[in-house]
DNA sequence: TCTTGTTAGATTGTCGACAATCTGTTTGTC
DNA sequence: GACAAACAGATTGTCGACAATCTAACAAGA
C-alpha cells in the first residue's frame, strides 16, 4: 500500500479552464455587472472556438454569476440592494447550521486549518492585496461549511460565496480607501476554538452584520447609476 | 394603458427544451441513477445536433442531477443515503427560515394558493398518478419559499427540489404499493392558516421526517446493489 | 411628427466533421 | 501463462461554417 493520498489530476478541457477564466473575471470585478459577453471577440481572445467557450457560460449561467437571455446574449448578472440582503440573510441561517453541524467534530486538523486560513488572511491584509482579502475571509469563513461533512451545504455555500465574493470586490473597488489594517476575524477564530456553540453561532451572525451594513450602503447607491452595457 | 399583464415568451430554443426533456427523463426515474447518456444516441433521438444537447447537459450539472468527467462521459448521479440524509437536514432549515420569512406577508392570496395547491395534490392521489402526486405535493411545499421574498432562497430550494423529487420517484418505483390515500398535508396547510408560527416550523420539521425515514430505508437498501452502467 | 415597414449588419443558435482521449482486445515477448 | 506494447472501435472535446434571430438605421406613408 502506497501512503500518500493522490488527489484527483486537473481537468484538461479548454471548457474548464475558460470557467476558470471568466469565473476570475467576473469575481474580481474585471467585468462589471450587465455587462455583455460577446461570444466571438471572447473566443478570439482566448483563441478557441465558441463551443467551449458558450458551454462555460452555460455553466456559470446555471452558478448564478452570469444570466441569459435567447438570441440576445449572456451577461454578467446586476447587483441590487436586496440580492445582497437576501444573499446575506440566507448566509446566516447556513452558518449557523454548518456550526452546529461542524462543531461536534473540532479536532486538531480543524484548529490547524482554521489558523492557517487565519493567517493567509492577515497576510493578504498586510500585503494589501484586497483581492486576495476578500478570497482569502471567505475560504476562513468556509471552513465550517467544509467541515459540517454535509455536500449538499457546501455546494449551497459555495454558490453563495460566488456571489459574496463578487460583491465584495464591487465594493472595495468603488471605495478606492485603504483596507482595514485590524483583524476583524480574530474574535470570530477564538469563539470556535472555545466551548460555548451559541456563542459562536451568535458572533457569526454579528460578525457578518458588520461588513454588511457596508456593502448594502454601497448597493442602494449603486442602483441610482444606469447599468452598463455592451 | 392596456389592462392585462403580459407573462414573458417561452425560451424558443432547442437547448431549453432539451434541458427540460432531460430533466423531466431523470427526475420521474426514467433515467436511472449513474447510467451514462451517450451524446449521439440521445442527439439522434431527439435529431438534433450534439452541441444544443451538450449546452443542455452542463446545466444540468449545474443543477445537480447530472455529474461529468471529462473524456469519460455524462452520468446521471448515483443516489446514496447520506445524501438523501444530507439534502432533508438542509431542507429542514431552509423550510424554518421561510416560514419564517412569509408569516408576516400572508394574505388572502397566499392561502388562495395554498388551497388550490393543496387541492392538486389531493386530486393526483386519488387518480393514482404518483409522478403527478410527487410533483404536486412538492409544489405545495414550495410555496413558502416562492413566498418568502428571498430570491437566492427560491433558488436554493429548486435545485434541493430536484433531488427531492428524484429521490421520491426511484422510491415509489421501488415499492410497488398503493400510494397513500390519505391526506398527510392536511395538519400542514392548517396550521400554515393559523396563528402559531413556531407549531408551523415545529410540524414542517416533524412533517418532513415521516417520508424521510421510508426514504432512508430505501436508500440504505439501494447502496447493497451494484449501480448501473452503460 | 409619429408610426409602420424594410433592410443591412451584427450576434446568437445549430450543424456536421475532425481531433483527442479512453477502453477493451489482440499481439508479441519473456 | 503473465505481462506489456500496439491496435481498433467507440465516445467525448473542439472546430469552422451556416441558419435563425435580433437591433438599429433608414424610408414610406398617414
Known sequence: MGKTDFSPIA???RRAEIVALLRRAILTGQLEPGQKLNELRISEQMRVSRAPLREAMRELVQEGILTSIPYAGTFVINVTAKDIDDAYSLNKVLDEFAIERTWKQR???FFDELDRRHDAVKQATRNRDTTRQIETALQLHGLIHEWADNSVLLETWQRLTSRLQMYFALHQQARREAVPAEDVHETYVRLLKGTDMRAAQRHAREHIDLDFEELLAYARDLE???????
Open 11 to 13: 481537468d484538461t478541457t
Open 107 to 109: 479536532d486538531e486538523r
Open 224 to 230: 441610482q447609476r444606469p447599468s452598463k452595457g455592451a
